[in-house]
């Protein structure tokens, strides 16, 4: 069982940067592949970003690719995701999500275990 925090979001200007952290409970974290997801009221959840559990590959939704960071440090059980250059379009709930081992995923249903999620907004 993985329990997951997400925190960091806020209220930033157009260009301004942000770094989420998702800080997760378990022993096993580390054995975890840890995706960031986002969802605005009215659509689906969106994939932005994944890394594997061992930390050596990563995985970026196009819209966020030079922008975005996803990293990890195993010994703190904690992933982050900075984000830089924001845009008004990134506003939305932040989620990360853990799934045990295996392979990146874009996939919602993929992922077993959820945070609560972490408001961010950027206005122009």
């Known amino acids: 069982q993985v329990q997951l925090v997400e925190s960091g979001g806020g209220l930033v200007q157009a260009g301004a940067s942000l770094r989420l952290s998702c800080a997760a409970s378990g022993r096993t974290f580390s054995s975890y592949t840890v995706g960031w997801f986002r969802q605005t009221p009215g659509k689906e959840r969106e994939f932005v970003a994944a890394v594997l559990w061992s930390g050596g590959s990563t995985y970026y939704e196009d819209a966020v690719k030079g922008r975005f960071t996803i990293s990890r440090d195993n010994a703190k059980n904690t992933v982050y995701l900075q984000m830089n250059s924001l845009k008004p379009e990134d506003t939305a709930v932040y989620y990360c999500?853990?799934?045990?081992?295996?392979?990146?995923?874009?996939?919602?249903?993929?992922?077993?275990?959820w945070g609560q999620g972490t408001q961010v907004t950027v206005f122009s």
């Open positions: 999500a853990a799934r045990q081992g295996g392979t990146l995923s874009r996939r919602p249903s993929n992922y077993d275990y």
